[in-house]
Protein backbone atom coordinates (compact mmCIF):
# COMPACT_ATOMS: atom_id res chain seq x y z
CA UNK A 1 0.00 0.00 0.00
CA UNK A 2 3.00 2.30 1.14
CA UNK A 3 4.43 2.01 -2.76
CA UNK A 4 1.34 2.53 -4.48
CA UNK A 5 0.82 5.70 -2.30
CA UNK A 6 4.22 7.12 -3.58
CA UNK A 7 3.17 5.94 -7.15
CA UNK A 8 0.16 7.83 -7.13
CA UNK A 9 1.73 11.07 -6.12
CA UNK A 10 4.46 10.76 -8.79
CA UNK A 11 1.46 10.37 -11.05
CA UNK A 12 -0.03 13.60 -9.42
CA UNK A 13 3.19 15.57 -10.15
CA UNK A 14 4.05 14.26 -13.46
CA UNK A 15 0.44 14.85 -14.62
CA UNK A 16 0.19 18.03 -13.01
CA UNK A 17 -3.32 17.05 -11.30
CA UNK A 18 -4.05 18.42 -7.82
CA UNK A 19 -3.53 16.24 -4.50
CA UNK A 20 -3.98 16.88 -1.20
CA UNK A 21 -0.61 17.45 0.73
CA UNK A 22 0.57 15.19 3.12
CA UNK A 23 -0.06 17.22 6.24
CA UNK A 24 -3.46 17.61 5.60
CA UNK A 25 -4.49 14.37 4.77
CA UNK A 26 -2.66 13.27 7.68
CA UNK A 27 -4.56 15.80 10.17
CA UNK A 28 -7.90 14.47 8.02
CA UNK A 29 -6.73 10.53 9.04
CA UNK A 30 -5.88 11.37 12.60
CA UNK A 31 -9.64 13.09 12.83
CA UNK A 32 -11.13 9.93 11.55
CA UNK A 33 -10.00 7.70 14.09
CA UNK A 34 -10.07 9.76 16.71
CA UNK A 35 -13.80 10.70 15.67
CA UNK A 36 -14.44 6.89 15.22
CA UNK A 37 -16.11 8.31 11.59
CA UNK A 38 -17.51 5.79 9.54
CA UNK A 39 -19.31 7.39 6.61
CA UNK A 40 -17.39 10.12 4.59
CA UNK A 41 -18.29 12.28 1.51
CA UNK A 42 -15.80 13.42 -0.42
CA UNK A 43 -16.10 16.27 -3.23
CA UNK A 44 -13.77 16.21 -5.59
CA UNK A 45 -12.09 12.26 -6.10
CA UNK A 46 -9.46 13.49 -8.59
CA UNK A 47 -7.34 10.47 -8.59
CA UNK A 48 -8.65 9.23 -5.80
CA UNK A 49 -5.59 9.61 -3.36
CA UNK A 50 -7.20 10.95 -0.48
CA UNK A 51 -10.23 9.05 -0.73
CA UNK A 52 -8.15 5.67 -0.48
CA UNK A 53 -6.11 7.60 2.45
CA UNK A 54 -9.40 8.07 4.40
CA UNK A 55 -11.13 4.71 3.59
CA UNK A 56 -7.82 3.35 5.17
CA UNK A 57 -7.71 5.68 8.37
CA UNK A 58 -10.30 2.29 10.11
CA UNK A 59 -11.37 -0.70 9.11
CA UNK A 60 -15.41 1.08 9.42
CA UNK A 61 -14.65 4.09 7.14
CA UNK A 62 -16.69 3.65 3.93
CA UNK A 63 -15.88 6.74 1.71
CA UNK A 64 -18.71 7.96 -1.09
CA UNK A 65 -16.42 10.29 -3.50
CA UNK A 66 -17.56 12.47 -6.73
CA UNK A 67 -15.87 12.98 -9.17
CA UNK A 68 -17.27 15.15 -12.45
CA UNK A 69 -13.61 14.96 -14.74
CA UNK A 70 -13.95 11.73 -16.54
CA UNK A 71 -10.47 11.09 -17.02
CA UNK A 72 -9.70 11.84 -13.29
CA UNK A 73 -13.31 9.36 -12.62
CA UNK A 74 -11.43 6.77 -14.80
CA UNK A 75 -8.36 6.83 -12.87
CA UNK A 76 -10.00 7.06 -9.65
CA UNK A 77 -11.91 4.24 -10.44
CA UNK A 78 -8.41 1.78 -11.26
CA UNK A 79 -6.64 3.08 -8.56
CA UNK A 80 -9.22 2.37 -5.87
CA UNK A 81 -9.62 -1.36 -7.68
CA UNK A 82 -5.97 -1.59 -7.57
CA UNK A 83 -5.75 -1.58 -3.90
CA UNK A 84 -8.30 -3.52 -3.28
CA UNK A 85 -10.67 -1.10 -1.40
CA UNK A 86 -13.53 -1.33 -4.23
CA UNK A 87 -16.11 -2.12 -0.94
CA UNK A 88 -15.07 0.66 0.75
CA UNK A 89 -14.84 3.10 -2.16
CA UNK A 90 -17.75 4.12 -3.74
CA UNK A 91 -16.84 6.56 -6.57
CA UNK A 92 -19.55 9.06 -8.65
CA UNK A 93 -19.02 10.39 -12.16
CA UNK A 94 -20.86 13.48 -11.39
CA UNK A 95 -21.33 16.95 -11.17
CA UNK A 96 -21.33 17.28 -7.25
CA UNK A 97 -23.81 20.08 -7.42
CA UNK A 98 -26.13 18.28 -9.30
CA UNK A 99 -26.10 14.94 -7.27
CA UNK A 100 -29.22 13.74 -6.16
CA UNK A 101 -28.86 12.46 -2.55
CA UNK A 102 -31.66 10.81 -0.38
CA UNK A 103 -31.85 8.63 2.71
CA UNK A 104 -28.01 9.57 3.81
CA UNK A 105 -26.09 10.78 6.45
CA UNK A 106 -22.33 11.39 6.35
CA UNK A 107 -20.25 12.04 9.72
CA UNK A 108 -17.51 13.85 7.64
CA UNK A 109 -17.63 15.79 4.71
CA UNK A 110 -14.81 16.68 2.98
CA UNK A 111 -14.88 19.49 0.58
CA UNK A 112 -12.22 19.40 -2.65
CA UNK A 113 -12.90 20.91 -5.73
CA UNK A 114 -14.02 23.23 -7.34
CA UNK A 115 -12.61 26.32 -5.07
CA UNK A 116 -15.14 29.09 -6.57
CA UNK A 117 -18.24 27.02 -5.77
CA UNK A 118 -16.83 26.17 -2.39
CA UNK A 119 -19.84 28.18 -0.32
CA UNK A 120 -22.58 26.37 -2.69
CA UNK A 121 -20.96 23.22 -2.08
CA UNK A 122 -20.96 23.94 1.52
CA UNK A 123 -24.82 25.03 1.47
CA UNK A 124 -25.90 21.76 -0.71
CA UNK A 125 -24.35 19.28 1.56
CA UNK A 126 -25.16 20.13 4.81
CA UNK A 127 -28.41 18.66 5.04
CA UNK A 128 -26.69 15.12 4.48
CA UNK A 129 -24.61 15.84 7.68
CA UNK A 130 -25.46 13.79 10.44
CA UNK A 131 -26.48 15.61 13.92
CA UNK A 132 -22.85 15.65 15.52
CA UNK A 133 -20.89 15.66 11.49
CA UNK A 134 -18.19 17.30 10.61
CA UNK A 135 -17.42 19.62 7.21
CA UNK A 136 -13.69 19.98 6.53
CA UNK A 137 -12.64 22.06 3.64
CA UNK A 138 -8.71 22.24 1.80
CA UNK A 139 -7.01 24.85 -0.12
CA UNK A 140 -7.86 27.98 2.21
CA UNK A 141 -4.25 29.51 2.17
CA UNK A 142 -4.63 28.37 -1.65
CA UNK A 143 -0.86 28.12 -2.36
CA UNK A 144 -0.47 31.87 0.08
CA UNK A 145 -2.36 33.99 -2.07
CA UNK A 146 -5.57 34.30 0.27
CA UNK A 147 -5.76 37.96 2.08
CA UNK A 148 -3.62 39.22 -0.84
CA UNK A 149 -5.70 39.28 -3.59
CA UNK A 150 -5.72 42.72 -4.05
CA UNK A 151 -2.35 41.98 -5.50
CA UNK A 152 -2.47 39.29 -7.70
CA UNK A 153 -2.28 40.66 -11.12
CA UNK A 154 -4.44 38.02 -12.94
CA UNK A 155 -8.02 38.55 -13.17
CA UNK A 156 -9.03 34.78 -13.34
CA UNK A 157 -6.82 34.11 -9.92
CA UNK A 158 -7.67 37.03 -8.21
CA UNK A 159 -11.71 36.20 -8.71
CA UNK A 160 -10.60 32.48 -7.33
CA UNK A 161 -9.09 33.70 -4.40
CA UNK A 162 -11.56 36.44 -3.58
CA UNK A 163 -14.23 33.70 -3.61
CA UNK A 164 -11.93 31.52 -1.22
CA UNK A 165 -11.71 34.73 0.80
CA UNK A 166 -15.86 34.86 0.48
CA UNK A 167 -16.07 31.55 1.93
CA UNK A 168 -13.55 31.80 4.52
CA UNK A 169 -15.98 34.88 5.58
CA UNK A 170 -19.14 32.80 4.96
CA UNK A 171 -17.73 30.22 7.62
CA UNK A 172 -16.52 32.88 10.08
CA UNK A 173 -20.45 34.27 9.97
CA UNK A 174 -22.10 30.95 9.82
CA UNK A 175 -24.35 30.97 12.96
CA UNK A 176 -25.20 27.14 12.11
CA UNK A 177 -21.71 26.12 12.50
CA UNK A 178 -18.36 26.85 14.76
CA UNK A 179 -15.44 26.43 12.28
CA UNK A 180 -12.13 26.16 13.40
CA UNK A 181 -8.92 27.42 10.76
CA UNK A 182 -5.48 24.96 10.57
CA UNK A 183 -2.50 26.06 9.51
CA UNK A 184 -2.18 22.40 7.59
CA UNK A 185 -0.76 22.12 4.96
CA UNK A 186 -2.36 24.31 2.14
CA UNK A 187 -4.83 25.73 4.92
CA UNK A 188 -8.37 23.56 6.78
CA UNK A 189 -10.89 24.56 8.28
CA UNK A 190 -12.84 22.12 10.25
CA UNK A 191 -16.42 23.21 10.55
CA UNK A 192 -19.06 21.40 13.59
CA UNK A 193 -22.57 22.20 13.75
CA UNK A 194 -23.96 23.56 16.64
CA UNK A 195 -26.22 22.00 18.99
CA UNK A 196 -27.72 24.53 20.91
CA UNK A 197 -31.00 23.34 20.68
CA UNK A 198 -30.49 20.13 22.13
Keep these: MKQFIIDMENYANEHNVPIIEKDSIAFIMKYIKAHNIKN????????????????????????????????????????????????????????????????????????????????????????????????????LKFHGHVGKSNRIESSNLRNLVKKIEGYIEFLQDNKEFDTKFYDVGDGLSVSVRHNDNE
Design 40 to 139: VLEIGSAIGYSAILMASASQDVYVTTIERDEARYMECLKNVKACGLDKKINVVYQDALEVNLSNVEYDLIFIDAAKGQYTKFFEKFKYFLSKDGTIITDN
